[in-house]
C-alpha cells in the first residue's frame, strides 16, 4: 500500500501539568506545584501520529533532525508509530513546553533555534515522495519548506498535496491540491482589504490566497464554527463542526490536515476531504486533543462503542455540578412525532440527554433484512440536532447493557409500549443505583406502521 507522507518541522511538545492553590507574594501569578512531565511528538510529528493512529496506510515522516537529546526523544516517542526519514539537520530541536493547571495553560516556554540548517535531502526521502498516494506539508515556519530540494522533492510527488502553512513559512508548491490556513493565518497572509471574521470576510481571503498561491483550493479552518472551502471561483462551500464540550484544542489543525491528506490518499474529492477533515477534528478534540495524541495507536483494540465527539465531556461537566445524566435508547430509524415526545420528556428528567442507538447491524438482526430504512450516521446527525439532545451513542450489541455500563446513567428512560414490564435494563442500572423508567407514549405512531403504511 503506498505511503501518506508527512514533510515539515519536527518539535518535541512537553506539558508540565500541576495544580495551583494560591499566588506568589512578589507577583499575581499562579504556584504551580506537583508537576508531572509529558512529553509527546509536536509539529510535523504530531500530525504524522494523528494519521496514522487513522488509518492502516503506512506513514512516513520526512523531517529535519538534529543532533541532541530533543531530538533523541523525539526518536524514541515515533518509534513504532511511524516511519522517520531524517534530513540531517543543525540548530537544536525546537522545544515548546506549555505550564498547564488541569486543563488550562498558564504560559508557554520555547527553545531551539528559530531556523534550521538543513542538509542534502536524502534520496530515501526523494524515493517515498515519489511513491506517496498523498502528502502532507505541516510547516512550523522553521525552514524546512524554503528548502529548493524539498520543494523540488513536493512538486514531483506522486499524490496529492495538502499544505498546512505557517506565516513565517515558505508559500506552498503551485502543484498542491488544498491548503489548509485557520482564520487567523488566512487574515495575516492574504493581501485583501477586508476586516472581521464574518464568512464573507474569510471567503475573500481564501479567493486571495488562491490568486497569490497558485493553488487547487483553499480551507480555512475556524475552530468551533468547522472550515471554509474555496475553490477561487462561485460560492464557498462551508462545513460546520460538531459541536464540542471540553477538549484540548492543541493539534485540531493537525488533525484536520492529517484527515484531509488521508481522505484524498483514498480517492475522494476535495470537498469529502474537507468535511470528513472537519468531523475528524472535533471528534480529536473530543477525545482530549493533543493531550491524548498515544491514545489512539492503530493496533489498539477498536471500541465496541461509537461516540459522538464530547459525550464523555457533557456527562463529566453534568457530574461535576452535581447534575442528573438521562439516557433512552432505541433505533429510531425514522424520527416520528412520538419519538419526539418521548426524548422531550426524557430531557426533562435532568440536566442532559444520552441517546443510545442500534447500529445498522444490530437494527437488522432485530428488525430483519430490509431495516434500518436510515444509516446509523444519519439517524445520529438527525437526533444531534434536535436541541433536547445533547449527545448520540451508537451501540452494536442487540441490547445497550454493555454501553450503559460505560456510560453510568442516573436514569434510564423508555417509551409508554413498556408500561408495566421489567425492563431489561432496570437491572443493569441497578449496580450502580440508577433508576429505570418508562415515559408516556404518544399513541399512534412508529416506524413499523409507518413502513407498513408506506407499501399500501
Known sequence: MRPLVVVGDALLDVDLVGTASRLTPDAPVPVVEDVERRERPGGAALAAVIAAAQTSRPVVLVAPMADDDGADRLRALLAGRVRLVEIPATGGTAVKQRV?????????????????????????????????????????????TASAEVREALAAAGGPVVWDPHPRGADPVPSTRLVTPNGAEAARVAAVDVEGDGLAAVG?????????????????????RGALLSYGEGAPMVVPAVPVTGGDPCGAGDSFAAAAALLLADGAVTGEAVAGAVAAASAFVGRGGATAWDAGRPDAPAPNVIAEPGVDSVIARVRAAGGVVVATGGCFDLIHPGHVATLRAARGLGDCLVVCINSDASVRRLKGPSRPLVTAADRARVLEALEFVDAVVVFDEDTPAEVLDRLRPDVWAKG???????????AVLRTWGGQAVVLPYLDGHSTTALVERSRT
Do not use: K, M, N, Q
Not at 538543513?118 to 498516494?133: K, N, S, T
Open 204 to 224: 475573500a481571503r481564501a479567493e486571495a490566497l488562491i490568486r497569490r498561491w497558485g493553488v487547487g483550493a483553499v480551507a480555512v479552518t475556524l475552530g468551533a
Open 416 to 426: 409508554g409500549d413498556y408500561a408495566g414490564a421489567d425492563l431489561p435494563e432496570a
Open 100 to 144: 498547564r493547571v488541569g486543563d488550562h495553560s498558564v504560559a508557554r516556554i520555547d527553545s531551539g533555534a528559530p531556523t534550521a540548517g538543513l542538509g542534502a535531502l536524502p534520496e530515501e526521502a526523494r524515493a517515498v515522495l515519489r511513491d506517496a498516494a498523498a502528502v502532507l506539508v505541516a510547516d512550523y515556519g522553521r525552514g524546512t
